[in-house]
């Protein structure tokens, strides 16, 4: 084998064992897509079977406390973004496709990303982007405060 042959095995060879070395113990980058859904939490029951409450909620229109109806009847709403937590890794491809199920219309932003859209009741909207900054991102509807609010968690790269 020449010497020329020779030393481009051997820089070849020493170039692989370099790159697993750097890149061996750091996950890599994926495409990650999940569903958020837009929902109504609802329960009711009569006044003899549970008094209605007197403590107040929290105010804003996420939380809805109907008083008692002509047959006793109240209920109890508060609307959320399910699930309420998204975990990612630095530099995934996210993509999140919220789905209106409950509620007219949520404005939406996501801090951290210049991201706004308004979702609809019967309708998808998906939003893609890379998660280029780590930290903790709030996804918050303007309509249904306080309770209608997630997190975007971005974790750094290892």
Same mark, same amino acid.
Request: glycine share 6%; charged share 25%; net charge neutral.
């Given at each position: 084998m020449s010497k020329k042959i020779m030393t481009a095995a051997i820089a070849s060879t020493l170039l692989g064992l370099v790159t697993i070395a750097v890149t061996s113990g750091q996950a890599q980058a994926e495409k990650r897509t999940f569903t958020v859904a837009a929902v109504e939490m609802k329960g009711g029951v009569t006044v003899d079977k549970e008094p209605?409450?007197?403590?107040?909620?929290?105010a804003g229109a996420g939380y809805v406390l109907?008083?008692?109806?002509?047959?006793?009847?109240?209920?109890?709403?508060?609307?959320?973004?399910?699930?309420?937590?998204?975990?990612?890794?630095?530099?995934?491809?996210?993509t999140l496709e919220f789905v209106g199920i409950n509620g007219a219309?949520?404005? +939406?932003? *996501? %801090?951290?990303?210049?991201?706004?859209?308004? $979702?609809?009741?019967?309708?998808? +909207?998906? *939003? %893609?982007?890379?998660?280029?900054?780590?930290? $903790?991102f709030a996804i918050q509807c303007g309509t249904h405060k306080p309770s209608m609010a997630a997190e975007l968690v971005v974790l750094p790269r290892k």
């Open positions: 209605f409450p007197t403590d107040a909620l929290p109907n008083k008692p109806d002509q047959t006793g009847r109240w209920e109890v709403s508060v609307y959320m973004w399910t699930p309420s937590q998204i975990i990612v890794n630095q530099d995934d491809d996210v219309n949520h404005p +939406t932003t *996501i %801090s951290g990303y210049d991201k706004s859209f308004v $979702l609809k009741r019967g309708q998808v +909207t998906k *939003i %893609s982007f890379k998660a280029d900054k780590v930290g $903790l």
